[in-house]
């Protein structure tokens, strides 16, 4: 049984930082393309950032130079640094996991291109 569970959110001043963790149970992070989505009310959706079974990193042009994406396969746990919060990086971020699927390069950021997602966790800027 695949879980994940997002923890770290919270509020923040602008310019602020926060770090949101994801720990996996059922898979193996270091076989697995896992990314940080969010979604804001009213809005779509989007990818963040993701890390394929390679350790290549992904990440949308808005948090570029501000965010972080790294795991600890010892750990199975999945992080999100992220730095010089801005009010419009508020949203709910997920955690997700291609279980047992092969992602290309190009689709790290689709949401389609995962199945299992964890409750969400709120950020407030």
């Known amino acids: 049984h695949v879980q994940l569970v997002e923890s770290g959110g919270g509020s923040v001043q602008a310019g602020g930082s926060l770090r949101l963790s994801c720990s996996a149970s059922?898979?193996?992070?270091?076989?697995?393309?896992v990314g940080w989505f969010r979604q804001a009310p009213g809005k779509a959706r989007e990818g963040v950032a993701a890390i394929d079974s390679d350790g290549r990193t992904i990440y949308i042009d808005s948090v570029k130079g501000r965010f972080t994406i790294s795991q600890d396969n010892a750990k199975n746990t999945l992080y999100l640094q992220m730095n010089s919060l801005k009010p419009e990086d508020s949203a709910t971020y997920y955690c997700?996991?291609?279980?047992?699927?092969?992602?290309?390069?190009?689709?790290?950021?689709?949401?389609?291109?995962?199945?299992?997602w964890g409750q969400g966790t709120q950020v407030t800027v």
């Open positions: 997700a996991a291609a279980y047992g699927l092969w992602v290309g390069y190009s689709h790290l950021l689709t949401e389609n291109s995962y199945q299992r």
């Open positions: 059922g898979l193996e992070f270091s076989r697995t393309c």
